[in-house]
């Protein structure tokens, strides 16, 4: 069982019931979730020892959060306690032409606290093999963003792969700061994976021809992309998920991959959405499974791809699927039969 | 801010959940609403001085009809209370091939019992620009619709712009008693809004070729219907809202205005519903706001059917969104990304 | 008031909310169903005099079983208490790509513990015109089938019809298995209903060119399948439910009847699915219903397949539609407009 | 297994959930209940052929409350279908210091609209042993009362038992409105039922010494006033239950019989209260089938007793108990232990 | 009507149900309160004319904050909006031994945000008669503390009647810092309300003989409590809640007050609890209102105190009762007998 | 850390909800429980590396299962997975004079099907100090109690502490079947915990004049039996629980613990009861807890009956406390006042 280690926030996520809207809503679902707590949940249901590092305060609802990992089968033995207080995002879930709505609340979050130095990350990577953050943890702040670079060049050091989504948060950085720091990250970056407009908000790397609003996407232009990303940085692989945006409740879903040789088209999957946030950390922590079992980059898209779409019909960020089921999807059943 | 008057009945609501029928009901979800109350929520949403009228009971429901308004901004300070009881419908929202049933039980409600004299009129229009009721509240009795001809009298005289929904109920009065009521209202009516049934029940002005059960829509007959309208009781505008029912999840929606001059269609949206009991009233609070501010016959009636397009998205009878989001959607972005 | 008697298993039905799947569950809705109890369920909505037979044992659970039969109206005089524990069966329903997910939890249920003798047959079927049984009951264990097999020995003497639905289940027993024991009882049965896939399993009867999990199918195949049972066994008709699985969400629907002289195609339904379980049974109830009332095997056909996409849009598995709601359909109404 | 016949109204009953006062509600949980649907529902959970009688609307509603009776083994065979509406009472139950709430909005029930020849008494009376109606009934209105009169005189004819819970309601009727039509049926009746208030407020016998509202009760003036209306009207029995209003929560109950030559005293149950609604007529219920039973008058009330102590703990007006749960606890065990 | 103006804190309030602990939790129940607004509600349900000032995020969870005010019947009309964040508190109720917890996420909140000069008092103040605050809105930071000196400042000037609820918040300040900035406020005040702790905690004026961790309180030395706060600070008068802890679910709740001449105890409740949050603040809004009409302070003390043991039967920290709720407790029937 | 390891059944626990009886139930809470992982669970909670040891089925409940257990810090790595099903208990929670009612479905559960040889016990008990079972596991069947028996004696010859809480269950097997299997396992056994009935139902060891129904307890004839109790066996330790069932909803609750030189009594808590199930496994984990700490029989007993008293308030079987909130109820805090 190989191990994987994540390292970024974990939020108390607040959603409405029943498509109302926040004026309406008098109770709140409370999940937890982040984009590298996703791809570890992913992880550990596919039978991977996958750790999530992070720093939530020390009071029952960081306790919640930490119980939340474990229930689903994450090493949370690294997290660390302290700090003022746990972020929370609050979810309006869309539908058809109302879009979903976040409002975000992480500011002053634990995480934001911690420092160079907090986290023995020789320790932690030990018997590791991967090593995965997203764009949003070095987004969060200075010295957050010291701490990634810091993990990063340990896992590096180590042997270790490591896997970066780009994730761009237009709330929490402009592209101007988020260039530099990202741009320094990609020297130990192996992996990117980027979903539609990633690449072009960090790195200005754009692809021609496509409007994300109104669902037409250029599959070749978005190969194009990977490629530049590949060969800027020096990659093995460069992964873009491709979202086309009909409706809330409406999305088709596919990505490529680009290996360095050639690039993949994944099949493309028709979704009707129940809950699309943690989608693409669904397609990455599909991805870093597969990589690992020694699949191609073609086959391990095809597994992040049914494994994303499977995603996007479960409430909450969790990907809570197994391998086979993947597979099953991989293997052209979507006809949603009862399985009994 | 504008201030806009509107005068009908608020019920009580309470609908099955989880799309459970009527027998399998084991609770309700209650909120209160009504044409009228429904166009009053929506105008007060866009910031206008939105006030209602109504009579309910002197009873906790009562109180909570009028909370209900209040929370979302409606000036309830004119309500009067006494009377027997308040309306109640029972909804059973209908999904692909079973339509929604209701249930009313609004006979014998506090609003039956006005009399002309019972409400202050020019001090209730005091400073208001626009007065709307809908065919439904003269329906519910020949008091009431005293009572509303004696309003609209009154906002003429003071100068108000009048708005009515035809808005046509088989089960309130049949159209040989409808049309002579009807007919003396428009006297006094500069606006009048439509569904794609309503002209033909009441004044018996068709469109030719439409099968509303089978969702085929005839765009020009219904233009034709429009202008007729106009022409008949010398209107200012005439708009009809064209629904289009493939099924009860999923429904055309799209509307027309005929100013005296043109007739003007709308874009058509293809909506994956929620609940669609008050689309037609969010239309029209929709087209009230746009013409208080000054927008041609085309861009509010834009305004009004991006408005009930994204009320089909919203549990209740209210519609809560706001303008940017209506512009939104106008604007062109159905797409239902996630705003973040 | 005909009088129409099913035999088979009930059991406690405990499914997942909120789409949820198994392992995020906090709590299970929890109804009552089984194949035969679903069509006795059907057929006292439609106003007969429904009785249903089995074992359940005596606690409260078993009480809750009979309450939920007993409040549809159906007939539940003749059922037998005692024995081990209720079954239960564990529903996780699907959406867009991720199927349907059923744990059967049904070993060891009373209804094993059967013997022939233990119900009074000629009592039973006093006054009544029908008997429908499904395949899953004499796959529950040889007493069951033996039972099952005295039943229909003594409608059949009795003058009953007897129906029954294939329903082959894998889970259950083999093809091997089920052959012979079908076969003996296809003797006294005059009416076979089968999905597209039960025909093959059950008696090797297959249809060509069709591959059920993509949403394929070829009508006239599954005429000629309809056909052959009806002449192996020499049945009075066979009606075949012909599903397409687009996806969990949305389903195509239709069925054909072969009544020894012709083969006829009902309407197709293009259904937004709330909850699938039970639609083959809402399908058998309708026939059944139908066919009592004289109608011809195509109308009959047309009224079972309405039924039964009317079932998919109601949670639970029992079918909660009167005749009028289902006539209204066959008539063409699809368009889910409100009924108020 | 005897045949008890009840008649009166059943409503919908919709109540607030976890606390919560009206104007806090955004969901009701539903039930159906009324007095004497009530004691039918016991009677049926004791094992007694119970049917209750009476007319509600042609609607789903009708038919929804139709089914809650079924559901729990009432015979709803003669109940009639038509009029105007279902009548509804709205619950808001009551804590500490809180009273519990109720709004009724039973006016225009569908009963309301029955008249004498509507019931074919003698059929319904057929085979039955006892006739059982409550106060609220007649109270109704005149039409409703011409009904029960015939009823009652039937009754007496054919031989039945006939009692009534006296039940007085000031909202619907007053004392001096009350007193002749009530005296006019207590020639008919054979077993009186009371609470601690009725007596007095419908035939002006009042017991000395007690103040309600303080939860102070002199057992012994209660039991002269059990003896006054035995001998007034020539009763078989007079049974008058005493409440002791600690708070909306905690309650004293105990009940005294006067059989014509002793006053027999229960024992006295301190309860912790889930919903109180229907307490009485868990005690009309228990005290009928005890009597049925050939219990002695003391027996019966202590069955009685017992019986109502434990609906007080059952949410809903029903009483969801069977007789060996009731023996159980006349023999003294109320230590609440698991049943395991 | 009069009109009371309170300043202060508006939080969102998400509780767990069902008496879970937070660990267990996996929804939350979401209201809105603080110490001045939940007065205002009190006042608002009494039909006082009452506005509540803070500032909330411009944010859909700061317009549901307002509209949950709105919906009470509050005037939040001068509310200023923008800031970082809504402040949160997460509630977990005690049970039993099981104190209740509170982890609050006030940090940051908007509020901390406001400036002298933000509000402008005297067109609030206009028309109103009386200004309450209480301790906690100080504690919150300097700056709001300034605020609320500005806002004391001007109220004095106008004449209006100035309250204070000490309400000490270790949380949020230590005694030592509470003292000076609470003392300047005094000079402003004319009527403090304070807990069995807080002039302890605030001032140093401690009872003797008391331990409020076992239930036991002596009256008189909180009267001498009441007494020394009135001399010290020059106050109209004084009011003392003692609350006795007996467990999470009982307390014993009576207050006391000294105007200058006499100390007046309350009768004393022994209440079952739903909710204690909010508890203090629906007798300070009961005692504003009583005195607004001109009660004596001994009259002001039993109306609050009976308001205040409503209270504790409610969810949510609003007090949702009328005057004839409160005066009918205070008239001696706290029986808790169904009102219908 | 200490290690300890428990070995027994974990079930589905499906709870009605809201004081509604079986019929009424139209949902389920799902948790999940039983003795061994009771005790696990409270161990994990206060920092114990607690390790559960069982076999569930391969399936989404048997891994729902395990994920419960996860959530709560439990080590789940030596669980087994297997078998036919998972074993369920339906819970009927009691209020007042009704009792809780327990219907269990755990016959052919996979742990059943468990065989000497199956579990590594050298390897699981490795770095462990004390195994814990209760009498339930052995009741399941021969298997059971062979591997049972197998696990106690390498726990002994390992140098494990090991305790029994005898947890005699009626339904499991007959007090006949019961003494020479537990008598067997005494051997190995050094902590025996007990009920106030247990001893006495296994062993035949009674405490003289008392009845558990009516809740008299004379704590010196339990003395006597803890006393025996040790004799008989050789034991280190015996502590008897003591609970007075004064209703279903509240019970006095103590313990007392003979160490072989003296009886110690514990504080007497009055409890209002949330949820009683896992009652006496709180105990036995605060015992095991508070003894690996080091703390004396009496004080051990303190923090057993103090951890205990809190899991009455807590829903579900497992005890969500820490050791500082234990702490705070021993030191006398029982005042339930709010922690902010």
Redesign the interface.
Same mark, same amino acid.
């Given at each position: 069982m190989a191990r994987v280690v994540t390292f970024g926030e974990v939020m108390l996520r607040?959603s409405t019931?029943?498509?109302?809207?926040?004026?309406?809503?008098?109770?709140?679902?409370?999940?937890y979730g982040g984009g590298e707590a996703n791809v570890a949940c992913s992880l550990a249901n596919y039978g991977v020892d996958a750790a999530f590092v992070t720093k939530v305060p020390d009071?029952?609802?960081g306790?919640?959060a930490i119980?939340?990992l474990?229930?689903?089968?994450v090493d949370t033995s690294h997290i660390q306690r302290g700090g003022?207080?746990?972020g929370?995002y609050?979810l309006?879930p869309?539908?058809?032409?109302?879009?979903?709505?976040?409002?975000?609340?992480r500011?002053?979050a634990s995480i934001n606290e911690v420092e160079p130095g907090d986290f023995d990350w020789p320790l932690i990577f030990s018997g590791a093999e991967w090593f995965h953050f997203t764009g949003i943890t070095p987004a969060l702040g200075p010295r957050v963003a010291a701490v990634t670079l810091e993990a990063t060049k340990v896992a590096k050091e180590m042997g270790l792969t490591v896997s970066c989504d780009l994730n761009y948060?237009s709330?929490l950085w402009s592209p101007e700061k988020a260039r530099p720091t990202m741009t320094q990250l990609m020297d130990y970056v192996d992996v990117v994976i980027a979903n539609e407009e990633d690449a072009d908000q960090v790195f200005g790397i754009a692809a021609a021809a496509s409007d994300?609003?109104?669902?037409m996407i250029d599959k070749d232009a978005y190969c194009q992309v990977a490629c530049e990303l590949v060969e800027r940085f020096g990659l093995q692989m460069a992964a873009i998920t491709l979202r086309e945006?009909?409706?809330?409740?409406?999305n088709g879903w596919s990505a490529l991959v680009w290996d360095g040789e050639a690039c993949h088209h994944t099949r493309r999957?028709s979704?009707?959405?129940? +809950?699309?946030?943690g989608g693409g950390d669904a397609f990455g922590g599909g991805l870093i499974y597969a990589l690992l079992q020694g699949c191609s980059a073609c086959d391990a898209a095809e597994f992040a791809a049914a494994a994303s779409?499977?995603k996007?019909?479960?409430?909450?960020d969790f990907n809570?699927?197994n391998v086979s089921?993947v597979l099953n999807?991989v293997s052209? +059943?979507?006809?949603?039969?009862?399985?009994?």
């Open positions: 607040l019931t029943g498509n109302r809207r926040f004026v309406q809503a008098e109770s709140f679902e409370a999940t009071s029952p609802l306790q919640a119980n939340h474990r229930r689903y089968g003022e207080r746990l929370v609050f309006e869309g539908v058809s032409q109302r879009p979903s709505n976040v409002v975000y609340d500011g002053h948060r709330k994300v609003t109104r669902g945006s009909l409706s809330a409740s409406e999957y979704i009707h959405i129940v +809950d699309r946030v779409c499977l996007h019909t479960i409430p909450g809570h699927v089921e999807l052209g +059943d979507g006809s949603g039969r009862v399985q009994r």
